[in-house]
Structures are given as structure tokens and as C-alpha cells.
């Protein structure tokens, strides 16, 4: 059974700290896209991926994000420093071509 | 800029009716658009993708349909059941990216 993995499922942290989000696409799928989720503005794209190469960042706040693929197998997202405003939900899905996409769990962040 | 939006945010209903969830987007040009469920606390799970050529796809006790010259979408749940109790969002894509709308809560009443 195919799934999107993403790993921490649940972080708690303190403003300032880094944050690093990872996502193990599933196997064959070539674009790779990060979200988040709040209950104000509902879901946001942040990032996207093909094959391995950003396509669009436009929806990340670059002075603190960053997202990256080193392979084919894994995606992070990274934030340093974080601040309580990124408190929220980030999903990682991918797809094939970016025709339908696959949600991941989602890792749960609070920054106190 | 694509504005999808999702009409009614809840929806209460009793078992075993069949009910319909409409998505509105503002801009004709998308490739595809999907309709995804949520539960509470987990992550989006993919119902069905309806790509631009097409005007319905269907699952089980599910139908959706595409009319992109009027920027609409429709979920047609039949014979709803408690299990189908979750958040309901549709997604468009005019390009690279997905846009969504912010829901409608569904919850049916044993």
C-alpha cells in the first residue's frame, strides 16, 4: 500500500528554534509539493517539486523557509527561525506529472 | 487570480440522504479539478479527479461533475451514511499549483 510518509508527526518547539519537516514521497511520483493548513487560511502551497527541481516557492516566505529534495525519496522543509505565526499543519503530497496528488499525514507544529 | 469557493461551510444531514456539495472557481482555465475528504486531524484523501475534458466521474456512492464554463463543480453523495461524516474540499488547477476551496464540514446523523 503506496503512502506518502512525513516525519515528525507532531513537533512542539520554541520560537527561534530550526525546524526540519521531511516527506518520503511515494515511489515513482515525480513532483513533490509542500502545504499548510490553518484553520484562517486554510490550505497554502508552498512549495513545489519536479523532478527533484523547484518549480514554485512563490507561496514561501524565503528569509526563514526553505524546501529542498536531496533525492528522489526524500523532501524537506525547513524553517529557522521559527516564529508562532508557523504554527500550523504542513502536508507534503506528491503525484506523476502533478495530475492527482496524494497527501501525506501531515506534521503538526507548534512554536511557543 | 484562481478563488474557489465552497458553498454551504456545513452541512448537517440525517442517514441515508442524498445530498450535494457545491464548488464555484472563478477562472474557466483548470486542467483538473479534485475533490478530496479530511477527517479530523489527518490528511486529505483523494476522491476523484475530474480532468478538464471530462464532465462527471464517479465511485461507489459518489459522483462528481465539471461545467468549467460556469466555473462549477458538484459532489453527489447518495445514500449518506455516518461514516461519510468528515470535511469535503475541492481543489482547481489553473497550472502547476492546486488552489482549494475551504470546505464544507459534513456531518450525518444516525
Known amino acids: 500500500d503506496a503512502r506518502v510518509t512525513q516525519t515528525p508527526r507532531d513537533k512542539v518547539t520554541e520560537m527561534g528554534q530550526e525546524v526540519t519537516m521531511r516527506c518520503q514521497p511515494i515511489?515513482?511520483?515525480?513532483?513533490v509539493f509542500w502545504y499548510r493548513q490553518t484553520m484562517m487560511q486554510g490550505l497554502e502551497l508552498l512549495a513545489y517539486f519536479r523532478n527533484r527541481a523547484p518549480l514554485d516557492d512563490s507561496g514561501m516566505p524565503k528569509d526563514r523557509f526553505s524546501a529542498e529534495m536531496p533525492d528522489a525519496t526524500l523532501a524537506t522543509l525547513k524553517i529557522q527561525p521559527s516564529e508562532p505565526r508557523d504554527s500550523a499543519v504542513y502536508f507534503c503530497a506528491s503525484g506523476l506529472d502533478g495530475v492527482e496528488q496524494f497527501f501525506g499525514p501531515g506534521t503538526r507544529l507548534t512554536v511557543l | 487570480k484562481q478563488e474557489v469557493t465552497q458553498i454551504p461551510a456545513a452541512l448537517s444531514v440525517p442517514e441515508g440522504e442524498n445530498l450535494v456539495l457545491n464548488c464555484s472557481f472563478t477562472?474557466?482555465?483548470?486542467?483538473?479539478l479534485q475533490w478530496f475528504r479530511q477527517d479530523p486531524g489527518k490528511g486529505l484523501t483523494s476522491l476523484l479527479l475530474?480532468?478538464?475534458?471530462?464532465r462527471e466521474q464517479t465511485s461507489g456512492r459518489l459522483n462528481a461533475s465539471l461545467d468549467k464554463s460556469s466555473g462549477r463543480s458538484t459532489l453527489y453523495i447518495a445514500a449518506s451514511q455516518p461514516g461519510d461524516s468528515a470535511t469535503y474540499l475541492c481543489a482547481v488547477r489553473p497550472g502547476s499549483d492546486m488552489r482549494f476551496g475551504a470546505g464544507t464540514r459534513l456531518t450525518v446523523k444516525p
Open positions: 477562472d474557466s482555465a483548470i486542467y483538473n
Open positions: 475530474i480532468q478538464s475534458s471530462q
Open positions: 515511489l515513482g511520483h515525480n513532483t
